[in-house]
């Protein structure tokens, strides 16, 4: 029986999980994408398994609970540079228990005297947090050890490659712009990385102010500090305000970042959509989409490649 062959559109963790989705579903599966791993947005992630900004939302849920299993076992894996990591979460309201910590591991709540004044709660769980340069690396081995195929191609147009396969995923983040979604928009983000420190252990986050995500976290061999987003802001200049800014958030959520030494301030750009496109393709049947998670590509990855996979029929036979 002739496999599916199956064309991915990008390389990113959207495009790379999506690619070994469907590869070890038996297709025969291709990447193209005008830049490798390491130059995608990508990889200038914290990469750690966390629901920003979300309502709640029983799709979501699914996609992160899938997700977050998923790295959970590969965390097993040393190489793949996934490690489950206590986070500790603060809230400004006492909203109760975060609506999709059901999927999260040794929930608990910490005790008042243990939580800032300016804050009302705060939960601790076990989460996933990969290495970004490490798991794309990893992801892209596994990959091409399923029998999959790299090609350094810029793509104009999806629709055009249908005549070369089965089904065509386009993973392209905001590079789908050109492709006619309007819905597409950019948040720029600045986050430091800073050596490890004995200082901090584990991941932190408040994420109460949409324009400034304030998190900390730790990764084998850095430690991230974020951030910002900066919605339609396009500029690659990184004030150094905001690296100021962002050291003082992060000290006020864990002290021990005061005596961290900050090596690099790094930039990048989400690609945001109201919610992520992952969908056929209205005017293209066979063309998929699989972008626009914003800052929760690693969250959602798994489980909107499953999707994907779904949408083709192909598991199923159809």
Known sequence: MRRPRIIVLGAGV?????????????CDVVIYAA?????????????????????????????ARHTYTTMRRLSADAASGVRMRSLTEYFRRDAGVPWWAECANGLERLAPANVPSRFASAYRMD???ADAGTY????????????????RRRVGDPASLLDDADRV???????????????????????LRATCDDAVRGCFIDDSDPASPTYVV???????LGGT???DLTSTVIDERQVEDIIRRCTGLCEGVAALRVVEARL???PMRHVPRVACDAGHPRLLHNYGHGGGGFTLSWGCANDVLRLTGIASGK
Do not use: K
């Open 169 to 191: 995923v386009n993973c392209c983040g905001y590079g789908s712009r050109p492709f006619g979604d309007s819905e597409l928009s950019l948040s720029r983000a600045v986050v």
């Open 268 to 270: 990048g750009f989400r």
């Open 35 to 63: 830049e490798g791993p390491a130059q995608t947005t990508s990889a200038l992630a914290a990469a750690i398994w966390h629901p920003f900004y979300q309502a709640p939302d029983l799709v979501y849920l699914e996609r």
């Open 136 to 151: 794309l690396r990893y992801l892209m081995t596994l990959f091409l050890d399923l029998g999959g195929q790299y090609v």
């Open 14 to 26: 959207s495009g790379l999980t999506t690619a070994v989705t469907m590869s070890m579903a038996g």
């Open 229 to 231: 987003a900066d919605l």
């Open 218 to 224: 730790e990764r084998d061999d850095d430690i991230v």
């Open 127 to 129: 989460v996933p947090v």
